[in-house]
């Protein structure tokens, strides 16, 4: 399973980097606004970081506009991946977008018929927000289970990226369940190195080696 960054904080997309762990990273308004850059400088130098995609959030709600905002966006770098709502004039621009070559990432999914609709149109990702289901009493995993059992069933080459993930329950549940992707933010990929007893095990064996007076080499 693939690991993307949900941030729009570079010095966190730099970290995964340097543990090897980061495969692509997603962007979204929000996180971009948290940043206080320009939109465009942050998926730049998050696009330098990763030769992984990074999802860039068009802002528009009206197909014609959604396009043009894509095409610039697309001009930006050549691993930038263009973000689009699970909304009628969205499904609508991602048939143009998909036609043309451009891979979209289809984003604020909630039901197993909407990600049906985007791979239809030849989305390149789906992004089924998985913990705002959880926050509404809905289990988001089993809507990932749904999507997944669905794009088999038809074979679309769609790929799953599990979004909106707030644990390390989620994560494992995506990658048990064979999601493609899941892309979390940085202090949930920090937790998937955590384990008491590795702590533990470390602390004795470093104990022990320090009182025997054994060296290496
Ligand atoms: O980037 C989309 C998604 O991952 C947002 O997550 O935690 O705001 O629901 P969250």
Redesign the pocket.
Known sequence: MKFFL?TGNVEEARKVAAWGLLDGV???P??VAKEKRGFKEIVLEMCSITPGPVSAEVIAVEASAIIDQAHEIRTWAENVIVKVPLIPEGIKALHVLSGEGIKCNV?LCFSPLQALLAAKNGAAYI?P?V??LD?VGTDGMQLVEEIHTIYQNYGYTTEIIV????TSMHVLQAAMIGADIT???FAVMEKLFNHPLTDKGLSSFLADWEKSGLKIG
């Not at 979004?163 to 707030?166: E, F, L, P, Q, V």
């Open positions: 949900d997603t962007t979204n929000s996180l984003t992004s927000f913990g705002r926050d979004a909106s993930a707030r892309t979390m933010p």
